[in-house]
């Protein structure tokens, strides 16, 4: 059983011809000229995730207020290893399931631990 939780965070997009040297956090940049869009990974690592836009890569939407990328961005090559959609300027957030069991046994423990106290 595959189980997530969600998290969702606004976003925001620009179209650009050419991708600025550096890149702002929560801004999907998009170069309709070189078929490219890219942002810096949203887990806060500061890396830059390129999704290149072609019938074979990434599908962009533009609804005339929103944007929205298809498939979703699994970062597997990063450390972070974060997994999100960008669904009409809201980044949908996919956390693995077993990261929720460690946090929880770590505030068991800070819990404990006040009780020794
Ligand atoms: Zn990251």
């Known amino acids: 059983m595959i189980l997530i939780w969600?998290?969702?965070?606004?976003?925001?997009?620009?179209?650009?011809?050419?991708?600025?040297?550096?890149?702002?956090?929560?801004?999907?940049y998009i170069s309709i000229e070189h078929c490219i869009a890219i942002h810096k990974c949203i887990c806060g690592c500061g890396k830059e995730v390129v999704t290149p836009i072609s019938p074979h890569g990434w599908k962009l939407i533009f609804d005339?207020?929103?944007?929205?990328?298809?498939?979703s961005i699994g970062n597997w090559n990063f450390?972070?290893?974060?997994?999100?959609?960008?669904?009409?300027?809201?980044?949908?957030?996919?956390?693995?399931?077993?990261?929720k069991p460690k946090k929880k046994k770590?505030?068991?423990?800070?819990f404990f631990r006040f009780w020794k106290k």
């Open 79 to 99: 450390e972070c290893q974060s997994h999100y959609w960008i669904k009409n300027n809201q980044i949908v957030y996919a956390y693995k399931w077993d990261d």
């Open 6 to 28: 969600l998290l969702m965070k606004n976003f925001s997009h620009k179209f650009v011809e050419l991708i600025p040297e550096h890149l702002k956090d929560d801004i999907l």
């Open 106 to 110: 770590s505030k068991k423990k800070r």
């Open 64 to 71: 005339g207020e929103t944007v929205s990328l298809s498939p």
